[in-house]
């Protein structure tokens, strides 16, 4: 068995970014297994088109692809079903697939807008050039202008965090007393935040500030250890 994993990097190859590679980077964690990066930048196409994706993380399993974070999670789920489970059984996983969305369209989507101006700065000029021209074209403005407002709009952010709030008062993780792939959706995109981003997401004192703490630590500090900002 040897595991590859695609990871979106931008000028330095040990600084992977993408919050869906991290959400494998834990899960492969999880299960206690370990795969070889390949760093991948936004503009290498040709090399994720074979295997049938233009976007990270691809898993290559031998020599099969597995495209997508939940589509991977689930795979690593059943091939390795000796291992820690990722979903503690099956209706985790069914509202697993509930929170991978929320965790998309509010937390990934929630980050993106205050932090988006900080991302070209860690690509090279090639990638720079395709990231600001693409997500300005969604945007419908400069990435300058899309930030500009954050330290106003992140308490909007941090408004729409308060199921996971409520839910830490009772238990650690979203997992319950240990951390599962629940964890691993929601802390991807703040994982994410923290290594192209010196913004301060979350204030000292919340509960989830404190949940994501724990999770840096998880794996022998495996993402804390990771370039990034202390935030
Ligand atoms: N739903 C996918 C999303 C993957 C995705 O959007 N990856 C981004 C990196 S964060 C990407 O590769 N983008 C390529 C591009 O924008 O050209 C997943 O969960 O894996």
């Known amino acids: 068995m040897t595991l590859k994993l695609y990871e979106l ?7 992977p970014f993408s919050p869906f590679v991290w959400r494998t980077r834990m899960a492969l964690a999880h299960k206690g297994l370990a ?8 503009t290498e196409k040709e090399a994720i088109a074979p295997h049938r994706s233009d976007k990270v993380p691809v898993l290559l399993d031998g020599e099969k692809p597995i495209v997508d974070s939940w589509v991977i999670a689930n795979y690593l789920e059943d ?5 820690p489970s990722l979903f503690g059984g099956e209706g985790g996983r069914a509202v697993g697939r509930m929170l991978n969305w929320w965790g998309d369209v509010t937390v990934v989507g929630g980050i993106f807008p205050r932090i988006v101006a900080d991302i070209p700065g860690h690509l090279k000029p090639v ?22 407002n954050r330290d106003k709009a992140v308490e909007g952010f941090r408004k729409s965090l308060d199921p996971l709030r409520l839910t830490l008062r009772s238990q650690s993780f ?32 919340d509960p989830v500030y404190s949940w994501r703490e724990r999770l840096l630590d998880a794996f022998d500090g495996m993402a804390r250890q990771s370039p990034g900002h202390e935030v």
């Open 79 to 83: 091939a390795y079903p000796d291992r």
């Open 174 to 205: 979203l997992g319950g007393a240990t951390p599962n792939y629940a964890d691993y959706i929601v802390f991807g995109p703040f994982q994410w935040a923290r290594v192209v981003s010196p913004f301060r997401l979350l204030e000292e004192g």
């Open 9 to 15: 990097v931008g000028t330095d190859e040990n600084r």
């Open 127 to 148: 990638d720079a050039a395709y990231f600001r021209k693409s997500r300005e074209a969604r945007l419908g403005k400069p990435l300058e202008e899309v930030t500009a």
């Open 35 to 42: 795969a070889q990066s390949i760093p991948w930048c936004f």
